[in-house]
């Protein structure tokens, strides 16, 4: 009954060439998503604000900010405040004369927490920006939501 109405039933290629396709008979539109499954995708006020939450409490905002935020440009704030901490507190660590004992010359570990955190602060910058820029370009009625994939 339900099953047969969703699916057309196949048309062999002279019929196809004949009668043509429409695009929504071939993609009818999926209903089994939910707005868990969907942000939005938020204002540059709130990116700056999960990401100064995130590069002052360090860790502790990271998670705050990433958890309590469900908008898109929260989550990429968030990614991109705690990159930027992880390499101000790996040059704090470096060049500070307190904390002398802990690299002991292995500077490659130095260099490794380094290029992680730039690489999430750039990751985060970059790819809030695109999305920003992908909902400014999609219709209205569709600017607000988007599927969010990490």
Not at 1 to 20: A, H, K, Y
Not at 47 to 60: D, G, P, T
């Amino acid at each position: 009954g339900e099953v047969g109405q969703r699916f057309r039933e196949p048309r062999n290629l002279f019929d196809e060439i004949l009668q043509g396709t429409s695009q929504e008979e071939d993609f009818p539109p999926r209903d089994d998503f939910n707005d868990a499954d969907q942000l939005r995708v938020g204002n540059d006020g709130i990116f700056m604000l999960a990401f100064f939450m995130a590069f002052l409490f360090n860790w502790i905002g990271f998670c705050l900010s990433f958890c309590l935020t469900n908008t898109i440009a929260g989550r990429y704030g968030a990614i991109c405040g705690f990159g930027l901490s992880l390499i101000k507190w790996i040059l704090i660590v470096r060049f500070s004369d307190y904390f002398s004992g802990y690299f002991n010359g292995q500077y490659w570990l130095w260099w490794i927490f380094l290029v992680l955190g730039l690489l999430l602060f750039f990751r985060g910058f970059i790819n809030y920006l695109k999305i920003r820029n992908m909902s400014e370009n999609m219709a209205v009625a569709h600017r607000t939501r988007l599927f969010f994939i990490y």
